[in-house]
């Protein structure tokens, strides 16, 4: 049950008798800031308190939804940071109420316009969705049988987004509102764009697809060159937005952390994921360093823009939650930072957990930590940003975020993937309904859009494939070789996953069959002091794969294909270093024709006739790692 909102409608009577409830009370959330379990113990309760909002259990409550005044957002904002909490506490008390949530809300196309959304959803609800689906990805957050992946939906997430990149407006960028309905439709809030910039920069270095990259560059190129995002005296500013009706001129130049931790989150990714780029570098660092002052008083961190004259509303009492999120994935993303942040997150933690002393539990959370105790504020959003500044903690104590890189079995097909990543880069500036006609035109053809429509994977049908390798440094988990009656194109599609399609001029009766092996699932961390735990469990015995063409279409079905996990902490760094093999288990179906002609976007023309059974085996590795403790 959600506590009473005193902030709202309360007589002068009231509030006093409140107070006074509470003078001389010395409780406060217990915070040993070198013991983890201490600090999770903290985040226990903190979580409990989020979901006092929570309306998803109560009778005739909305799964993945909180009470109002609450928005639909802020919901995106909560799971996010309860994600976080599940994989640096390693606790699976919420997991099942997460996965409900989120699945929930995810929409007939999986995409995050959900129905109860359709008249009022923003650009920038739908991103904060997106980040937290990244979260999910990146963190390895369980999957769900039979539904989309966390990546499906979060790259679905990107395309509906991408979609509306309005050109003809302040030359790009997002508006604020979906819908021309809604006040504010005609303001490009910069936080919409920044939510697109970081999904994209996250996709980018989670699937190792340069377009994805460039989408990231755009969005980013666009932010700074209409002056949303400005480069000072060695500062870097994030501004609210501005209206169309000036052509983005006149900025309102509010300043919430919230935006800047997502351009600043989104820089390091950046910074990251290309090897420590020194234009990256300096980014993060001016953005850093007006972060670390503006936002900060006494090493303690505050809502500048409304917090000292005590005018915060709901949205931006829960603004200080992403960035505190954002600060702890900086600190992993871009190891610089770190030697910043830590102490930052460290002083604010401890004076949170002191403003964490109200309520009749006692660890009710206010809104300003920098007297370090209980305002008499409270609500959603002073719970999600203790928790996620104190939780933040661990940061450095957790392999940083994963990342896969889909590969071909063979050098020429890498050669070939390059080319076809650089080609495909367009599609990103088409609808979902322009996608499936794009994939129409390729060598993985449909016989129509609907038949793609009626997949549980609809906007990202070019993911299904026949074959799937992935290498783990040298190490090649799925070793397909094909027989030479069938020739292996690799080729990116619109939605860009490398997809490694046998391609049959002729459609015969003959069957091909791939045979998945036994793998073992492996996770190595290097901890700074050079000492190394690896742990090995065995994983399900991955399916067949068949494909047996009939006279008109080939339908397949590719489930728990093998993915190969890495986590990858900055190139300056040799610490915090992760890899991990795991057994996906996904279920992808496609039907297609045998196509008559081969898209642009595959790199090699294929023409040959099958004319026997090919078959590929792929061979069973389980060597067991040495165990040894870490620090």
Same mark, same amino acid.
């Given at each position: 049950?959600?506590?009473?909102?005193?902030?709202?409608?309360?007589?002068?009577?009231?509030?006093?008798?409140?107070?006074?409830?509470?003078?001389?009370?010395?409780?406060?959330?217990?915070?040993?800031?070198?013991?983890?379990?201490?600090?999770?113990?903290?985040?226990?309760?903190?979580?409990?308190?989020?979901?006092?909002?929570?309306?998803?259990?109560?009778?005739?409550?909305?799964?993945?939804?909180?009470?109002?005044?609450?928005?639909?957002?802020?919901?995106?904002?909560?799971?996010?940071?309860?994600?976080?909490?599940?994989?640096?506490?390693?606790?699976?008390?919420?997991?099942?109420?997460?996965?409900?949530?989120?699945?929930?809300?995810?929409?007939?196309?999986?995409?995050?316009?959900?129905?109860?959304?359709?008249?009022?959803?923003?650009?920038?609800?739908?991103?904060?969705?997106?980040?937290?689906?990244?979260?999910?990805?990146?963190?390895?957050?369980?999957?769900?049988?039979?539904?989309?992946?966390?990546?499906?939906?979060?790259?679905?997430?990107?395309?509906?987004?991408?979609?509306?990149?309005?050109?003809?407006?302040?030359?790009?960028?997002?508006?604020?509102?979906?819908?021309?309905?809604?006040?504010?439709?005609?303001?490009?809030?910069?936080?919409?764009?920044?939510?697109?910039?970081?999904?994209?920069?996250?996709?980018?270095?989670?699937?190792?697809?340069?377009?994805?990259?460039?989408?990231?560059?755009?969005?980013?190129?666009?932010?700074?060159?209409?002056?949303?995002?400005?480069?000072?005296?060695?500062?870097?500013?994030?501004?609210?937005?501005?209206?169309?009706?000036?052509?983005?001129?006149?900025?309102?130049?509010?300043?919430?952390?919230?935006?800047?931790?997502?351009?600043?989150?989104?820089?390091?990714?950046?910074?990251?994921?290309?090897?420590?780029?020194?234009?990256?570098?300096?980014?993060?660092?001016?953005?850093?360093?007006?972060?670390?002052?503006?936002?900060?008083?006494?090493?303690?961190?505050?809502?500048?823009?409304?917090?000292?004259?005590?005018?915060?509303?709901?949205?931006?009492?829960?603004?200080?939650?992403?960035?505190?999120?954002?600060?702890?994935?900086?600190?992993?993303?871009?190891?610089?930072?770190?030697?910043?942040?830590?102490?930052?997150?460290?002083?604010?933690?401890?004076?949170?957990?002191?403003?964490?002393?109200?309520?009749?539990?006692?660890?009710?959370?206010?809104?300003?930590?920098?007297?370090?105790?209980?305002?008499?504020?409270?609500?959603?959003?002073?719970?999600?940003?203790?928790?996620?500044?104190?939780?933040?903690?661990?940061?450095?104590?957790?392999?940083?975020?994963?990342?896969?890189?889909?590969?071909?079995?063979?050098?020429?097909?890498?050669?070939?993937?390059?080319?076809?990543?650089?080609?495909?880069?367009?599609?990103?500036?088409?609808?979902?309904?322009?996608?499936?006609?794009?994939?129409?035109?390729?060598?993985?053809?449909?016989?129509?859009?609907?038949?793609?429509?009626?997949?549980?994977?609809?906007?990202?049908?070019?993911?299904?494939?026949?074959?799937?390798?992935?290498?783990?440094?040298?190490?090649?988990?799925?070793?397909?070789?094909?027989?030479?009656?069938?020739?292996?194109?690799?080729?990116?599609?619109?939605?860009?996953?490398?997809?490694?399609?046998?391609?049959?001029?002729?459609?015969?009766?003959?069957?091909?069959?791939?045979?998945?092996?036994?793998?073992?699932?492996?996770?190595?961390?290097?901890?700074?002091?050079?000492?190394?735990?690896?742990?090995?469990?065995?994983?399900?015995?991955?399916?067949?794969?068949?494909?047996?063409?009939?006279?008109?279409?080939?339908?397949?079905?590719?489930?728990?294909?093998?993915?190969?996990?890495?986590?990858?902490?900055? $190139?300056? #760094?040799? +610490?915090? !270093?992760?890899?991990? =093999?795991? &057994?996906?288990?996904?279920?992808?179906? %496609? @039907? *297609? /024709?045998? $196509?008559? #002609?081969? +898209?642009? !976007?595959?790199?090699? =023309?294929? &023409?040959?006739?099958?004319?026997?059974? %090919? @078959? *590929? /085996?792929?061979?069973? #590795?389980?060597?067991?790692?040495?165990?040894?403790?870490?620090?």
């Amino acid at each position: 049950m959600a506590g009473p909102n005193y902030k709202a409608g309360l007589s002068w009577t009231y509030n006093f008798i409140y107070v006074s409830l509470f003078i001389g009370k010395t409780l406060s959330l217990t915070l040993d800031q070198t013991s983890s379990k201490s600090i999770c113990d903290a985040t226990s309760l903190l979580q409990k308190g989020i979901l006092d909002y929570y309306e998803g259990t109560t009778y005739g409550g909305t799964v993945g939804m909180f009470q109002a005044p609450y928005y639909w957002w802020h919901s995106g904002c909560a799971f996010g940071s309860m994600i976080e909490n599940w994989y640096l506490c390693q606790d699976d008390t919420y997991e099942s109420l997460i996965t409900d949530a989120i699945l929930a809300q995810a929409g007939d196309n999986y995409d995050f316009v959900p129905q109860n959304q359709t008249m009022v959803e923003g650009n920038d609800d739908q991103g904060v969705w997106g980040l937290a689906l990244m979260d999910a990805a990146e963190r390895e957050f369980p999957q769900v049988k039979g539904q989309p992946s966390w990546l499906t939906m979060a790259e679905n997430i990107f395309e509906s987004m991408f979609a509306r990149w309005d050109n003809a407006n302040c030359g790009g960028g997002l508006r604020w509102q979906i819908y021309s309905w809604n006040n504010g439709y005609d303001y490009k809030n910069t936080v919409s764009t920044t939510c697109l910039f970081q999904l994209a920069a996250r996709l980018g270095r989670y699937t190792g697809n340069e377009t994805y990259v460039k989408a990231a560059n755009q969005a980013f190129d666009w932010l700074q060159g209409v002056g949303f995002v400005m480069f000072k005296n060695n500062d870097g500013y994030v501004f609210d937005g501005a209206d169309i009706s000036t052509n983005c001129t006149n900025i309102k130049k509010y300043e919430w952390s919230y935006n800047h931790g997502i351009v600043l989150g989104g820089a390091a990714y950046m910074y990251n994921l290309t090897d420590g780029s020194s234009t990256w570098e300096t980014r993060t660092s001016q953005l850093l360093n007006l972060a670390s002052s503006y936002f900060f008083q006494n090493g303690i961190m505050f809502e500048a823009e409304c917090q000292t004259s005590n005018i915060c509303n709901n949205d931006q009492r829960s603004f200080r939650s992403i960035f505190a999120r954002m600060l702890g994935k900086t600190s992993i993303m871009a190891p610089f930072t770190a030697e910043t942040i830590d102490p930052l997150l460290k002083t604010t933690s401890k004076a949170a957990a002191n403003a964490c002393s109200g309520g009749k539990d006692g660890h009710t959370c206010g809104l300003n930590w920098l007297n370090s105790n209980f305002d008499g504020n409270y609500g959603l959003g002073e719970e999600m940003s203790a928790m996620e500044v104190i939780q933040n903690l661990l940061i450095h104590q957790r392999p940083a975020p994963a990342m896969v890189k889909i590969d071909s079995s063979s050098s020429s097909s890498s050669s070939s993937s390059s080319s076809a990543t650089q080609t495909s880069s367009k599609a990103f500036s088409t609808s979902k309904s322009t996608l499936s006609s794009t994939l129409s035109s390729t060598s993985l053809s449909t016989s129509s859009s609907s038949s793609l429509e009626s997949s549980s994977e609809a906007s990202h049908a070019a993911k299904t494939t026949i074959i799937k390798t992935v290498k783990a440094g040298t190490t090649t988990v799925i070793d397909a070789t094909v027989k030479a009656t069938t020739t292996v194109t690799t080729f990116t599609t619109p939605s860009n996953m490398v997809i490694n399609t046998i391609t049959q001029s002729t459609v015969t009766t003959a069957t091909t069959t791939i045979l998945v092996s036994k793998t073992k699932k492996t996770k190595t961390h290097k901890s700074k002091s050079s000492k190394t735990v690896s742990s090995t469990s065995s994983s399900e015995t991955s399916s067949i794969l068949s494909v047996a063409p009939s006279s008109q279409t080939t339908e397949t079905t590719a489930s728990d294909s093998a993915s190969t996990v890495t986590s990858k902490a900055s $190139p300056r #760094t040799t +610490s915090s !270093k992760v890899t991990t =093999t795991s &057994s996906t288990e996904e279920k992808q179906t %496609v @039907s *297609s /024709k045998a $196509p008559e #002609t081969i +898209s642009k !976007k595959v790199t090699e =023309t294929v &023409s040959k006739k099958v004319t026997e059974t %090919v @078959s *590929s /085996k792929t061979k069973e #590795t389980s060597q067991e790692e040495s165990k040894s403790a870490s620090a």
